[in-house]
């Protein structure tokens, strides 16, 4: 029996118990005396297609249907929340689908959390591991995963575990810091898969800092499945860092990435502007943006990748992005892409 399997069960179970615990109070105010009927679980539902073309070689289309996220967060009271995160990704590349569903879907967050106070938490089940701008759910203006941080490390990280986190001095600091696990029943075949840890400083309105670090082996867990081609040694440790900006219309970020396996390292930057953020109610939005993306000391040589795009935001949760790629492989030349999705979100 997977690892997994049994925390997804055990965090059901505790859920059930803590939601039966809390019914008494949850959504009781003691001031009026009304039991508050608001719905407890909120989420959304993402789903998007997309489709690429390469410009250089024998297979030059790729299509991505159906892309779908689902995620939601159950409150329990008493500070116990629920959260889930789900994703099926089925994609057309080299001349045929995969339709394989082991590797179509993933859960990529599924946890409950006891929140004791604004300074400390506590995550147990399948955590997510918020290392670069991407996997702690910074902006996005790409199509796809960009290129510095999915080359060196998993993207939608996740593993079995715990983790404690919280903010300090309001909203201005929040932390992270995860035992990551796997391995099967008995429990003594459980293997620790790493420890990783994220500190985020806020020093002014729409700002964020970041820092992070990962150190574990590459035999369990993401790093065993979904580990960059590169990757050879059985242990690593990664340095990130990140910037993240997004107020007035503009969007914008950057990480820094390196890589103890082979001294591989990352840089990335990205900077949009919504030329429409100060017209309208805010359901029309038009980003036209720029992004540059460095790979370095990888085996075949230095990759170096500059997109162009425009992502268009429309009434009724509806996105379009489009962008141009221009990507040189060291000695093994340069690919030209085209990359169009259409995406939608449902919220509950």
């Not at 107020?247 to 591989?264: E, K, L, R, Y």
């Amino acid at each position: 029996m997977n690892i997994r399997r049994i925390i997804t069960g055990c965090t059901l179970c505790a859920a059930c118990i803590a939601n039966i615990y809390a019914g008494d109070i949850n959504g009781f105010n003691e001031i009026t005396g009304v039991r508050d009927t608001g719905s407890r679980l909120h989420g959304e539902v993402y789903s998007e297609m997309n489709y690429g073309y390469n410009f250089e070689g024998a297979d030059r289309n790729r299509w991505d249907f159906p892309h779908i996220v689902a995620s939601a967060v159950l409150d329990m009271g008493r500070g116990w929340t629920l959260s889930a995160e789900l994703e099926y990704e089925r994609m057309y590349e080299d001349g045929e689908w995969c339709d394989d569903h082991s590797d179509n879907f993933a859960t990529s967050r599924f946890y409950l959390n006891k929140q004791w106070n604004d300074r400390f938490g506590l995550k147990i089940g399948i955590v997510d591991v918020p290392l670069g701008v991407t996997n702690a759910g910074g902006p996005a203006l790409t199509v796809y995963d960009p290129l510095s941080e999915a080359a060196l490390m998993p993207m939608t990280w996740h593993e079995a575990g715990v983790a404690v986190h919280g903010t300090l001095g309001g909203t201005t600091i929040d932390y992270m810091l995860a035992a990551l696990v796997c391995g099967d029943l008995p429990l003594e075949d459980c293997r620790a898969v790493g420890v990783a840890t994220a500190l985020g400083w806020q020093p002014f309105s729409g700002m964020r800092l970041s820092v992070g670090g990962f150190c574990g082996n590459t035999s369990r867990g993401m790093l065993r499945h979904g580990a960059p081609d590169f990757i050879d040694a059985s242990f690593l440790s990664y340095g990130v860092a990140g910037a993240c900006y997004e107020h007035a219309g503009w969007v914008a970020s950057g990480s820094f990435i390196h890589c103890t396996d082979g001294d591989v390292r990352s840089v990335g930057v990205e900077a949009g502007y919504n030329v429409l953020s100060s017209v309208g109610d805010g359901r029309w939005g038009l980003t036209p943006f720029v992004r540059y993306d460095g790979v370095f000391h990888c085996p075949g040589g230095d990759v170096d990748k500059f997109t162009i795009g425009l992502n268009a935001a429309l009434p009724g949760n509806f996105i379009v992005k489009a962008e141009a790629g221009r990507c040189g492989y060291g000695s093994y030349g340069t690919v030209n892409t085209l990359d169009v999705s259409v995406g939608y979100t449902f919220v509950f």
